[in-house]
């Protein structure tokens, strides 16, 4: 059996180029036809993050995933102006037009900035005529700084853990070699209560992979972030999901869309888990994708049958390798 955190491998791999020409790396896994499944990733993190989500619903669904702009193998903006939720909404809609031809629709899964990535596009007629439904996951419109608990609000004033946790976003330092240390330190940060090793060093192995320019840019971009008008004009129905550990996007933010959201089909809270939810229970990010993906992405008589699917093709759009 393979082990739930290590690479799958995908059966296309494609770029697709965004408005300001920055490539985008788009993986395709499972079935050659829908219903689709597209996954959007958090900061620093990458396709490979989703692995444990993709071995659980390829077997029965077209899945993509693609690493956002500045992480993995997707380009890195050349200057200040290539980072934003703005851009990140352009790369979005890059690849929903790519890989969804006109009239098929998808749902769309984004953790932590993948999530506001989602909400950053709530307005554009070509992301909102390709969306099913939406899974928000360990996310939040805005107001990070003030509701992080990294440092504990027992121990510190607000004003402290704003600034604590401005520098911990915008900090360009390296982060050096993997270490039992670093593998402790993520795990206090962004996992659960009880995190196993392999997750620990899982979610090390992905982070540290970031640069840390690119780290510390989008890290500016969120400790500013204020998406609240654009997560209101979600129409899509969209689920959300969080950990009841989850010390940068706490249990907080998810009831505060469930307020707001036109269309919230339900809130799931997972016991005893941090912020990487996708890694620490898949099994419950996958059954909740399931659940969108029956309720609303096709007809319910048709759940189990061929749907229309493929990718589109156009200049705009180079494949690289096919299984």
Do not use: N
Request: charged share 20%.
């Amino acid at each position: 059996m393979t082990p739930p955190y290590e690479l799958v491998p995908p059966r296309r791999t494609l770029h697709v180029v965004s408005a300001d020409g920055t490539r985008i790396h788009v993986e395709e896994f499972g079935r050659t036809e829908g219903p689709t499944v597209v996954l959007a990733h958090g900061w620093t993190c990458s396709v490979l993050f989703w692995a444990p989500v993709i071995r659980l619903l390829s077997s029965d669904f077209r899945v993509i995933a693609y690493d956002q702009r500045g992480h993995g193998r997707s380009s890195a903006p050349l200057t200040r102006k290539g980072y934003g939720t703005g851009v990140l909404a352009d790369d979005l809609e890059a690849v929903l037009e790519a890989v969804l031809p006109d009239g098929e629709r998808a749902v769309l899964a984004g953790h932590s900035m993948g999530g506001m990535t989602i909400m950053a596009a709530s307005g554009r007629a070509a992301v909102r005529s390709r969306t099913a439904a939406v899974l928000l996951a360990s996310t939040g419109s805005g107001r990070l700084l003030g509701s992080s608990q990294v440092l504990p609000p027992r121990f510190s004033s607000r004003r402290l853990r704003r600034a604590f946790h401005r520098q911990l976003l915008t900090s360009r330092l390296p982060l050096g070699p993997i270490t039992p240390l670093s593998r402790a330190a993520f795990a206090y940060g962004v996992l659960g209560a009880a995190p196993t090793r392999e997750q620990a060093a899982f979610t090390a192995r992905i982070v540290h992979a970031c640069k840390a320019r690119h780290r510390a840019a989008w890290g500016r971009v969120l400790a500013v972030l204020d998406l609240d008008a654009e997560i209101a004009a979600i129409e899509a129905p969209t689920a959300v999901l969080v950990g009841s550990h989850d010390k940068l996007t706490p249990g907080v933010h998810a009831r505060g869309m469930v307020e707001v959201l036109p269309h919230c089909v339900g809130l799931t809270e997972l016991p005893g888990i941090g912020h990487m939810t996708p890694i620490e229970d898949p099994e419950a990010v996958a059954s909740v994708l399931r659940e969108l993906v029956a309720a609303h992405a096709v007809p319910p008589s048709e759940v189990e049958a061929q749907g229309a699917g493929g990718a589109g093709q156009g200049d705009h759009v180079a494949e690289e390798k096919s299984a």
